[in-house]
């Protein structure tokens, strides 16, 4: 696998709560020299990434973000505002609370009012899997492709963990044929990119894939 169809994969992202008009640029500018699938920001940087890059880069932002438990009609207006502001692709995150309540169809209600928000784009849900037993995770498979979602997400990268190939294999094997999966935090070398596309991710999220083809560990989870 080369270096251009890993990046092909990797939503280049930067999210943390101090980022920077300046570290959104390096990671966009990055972005437009290595074609990385898209850029992953935080909404409020939207407009002004889509002023400066327009149709040079892909726009990707997070909804509920990260701890999930805003109600539904925040979420969709946050949809909203993002789409309207230039977003393509939207990562949500789960109620997790009602995930461990055994809400799973009140959860699976949420997505499905947040893929009509979106529409044509792209709805990547992360279920942040750190926090959920097995059952949980199961049922969330099965939510997020009854619910029509476009991508089942592992992690926030503000939990206590992020992906781990177990998870990914369990996934393959309780959700639909037309859901793809995203795997984010837990992934540090480009061996770890690669394991996780061979095992079937379509995405991985990470700040740090290009210092891992130059041969550097990411750092953290």
């Given amino acids: ?127 942040e899997t750190c926090f959920l037993t097995e059952e949980e995770k199961i049922a969330m498979c099965k939510a997020v492709t009854n619910a029509g979602a476009d991508y089942i997400k592992t992690s926030t990268g503000f939990g206590t963990g992020g992906a781990t190939i177990e998870d990914i294999r369990l996934f393959k094997q309780h959700i639909g044929s037309n859901v793809k999966m995203k795997a984010a935090g837990g992934v540090k070398t480009k061996a770890d990119l690669i394991m996780f596309l061979e095992e079937g991710c379509d995405r991985i999220g990470t700040s740090s894939a290009v210092g891992m083809l130059q041969g550097n560990e990411a750092k953290g989870y």
């Fill in 1 to 127: 696998m080369t270096d251009q169809e890993i990046l092909k994969h990797i939503d280049h992202t930067q999210l943390k709560q101090f980022a920077t008009w300046e570290d959104i640029e390096k990671l966009c500018d990055e972005a437009v020299k290595y074609q990385t699938a898209s850029v992953c920001i935080p909404p409020a940087y939207i407009k002004r990434v889509h002023d400066k890059y327009a149709e040079n880069i892909n726009i990707c932002t997070v909804v509920g973000f990260p701890l999930g438990y805003s109600v539904t009609s925040a979420k969709v207006a946050e949809i909203e505002q993002a789409l309207a502001d230039g977003c393509n692709e939207i990562d949500m995150v789960v109620n997790i609370s009602d995930v461990k309540n055994g809400a799973y169809d009140k959860v699976e209600e949420e997505i499905k009012t947040l893929k009509a928000a979106c529409g044509k784009h792209i709805l990547k849900v992360i279920i």
